[in-house]
Nanobody, 129 residues
């Protein structure tokens, strides 16, 4: 099965940037749709961004991060990224990487937690004001 490991979180001032990485190992990656979710203290885990497999031509974002965050993938490195710019205190959360197991490329991206099969342990992002 696929194992996912997030990295790149940290403390940043409002307006700053971070790039999160999610390294996949232990199985097929390049055709798996991938997603980023986050969970703030006292809140449910929420969808942030998603990308389809292979070339990643299908990307989607939650409204609160559109124009600020960019999801991308590098299949040669078995890695998906979340570039986060213009960070706000409201972005403070633990960020999780997720992968959906698909036998073959679907071309789809997914918004719901229940549509993913594999999850990383999360990386903390804290944005100070």
């Amino acid at each position: 099965q696929v194992q996912l490991a997030e990295s790149g979180g940290g403390l940043v001032q409002a307006g700053g940037s971070l790039r999160l990485s999610c390294a996949a190992s232990g199985g097929t990656f390049r055709h798996y749709p991938m997603g980023w979710f986050r969970q703030a203290v006292g809140k449910e885990r929420e969808f942030v961004a998603a990308i389809s497999g292979w070339s990643g031509g299908n990307t989607r974002y939650t409204d609160s991060v559109k124009g600020r965050f960019t999801i991308s993938r590098d299949n040669a490195k078995n890695t998906v990224y979340l570039q986060m710019n213009s960070l706000k205190p409201g972005d403070t959360a633990v960020y999780y990487c997720a992968a959906r197991r698909e036998t073959y490329y679907s071309g789809r991206s997914y918004l719901n937690e229940g549509e993913y099969d594999y999850w990383g342990q999360g990386t903390q992002v804290t944005v100070s004001s």
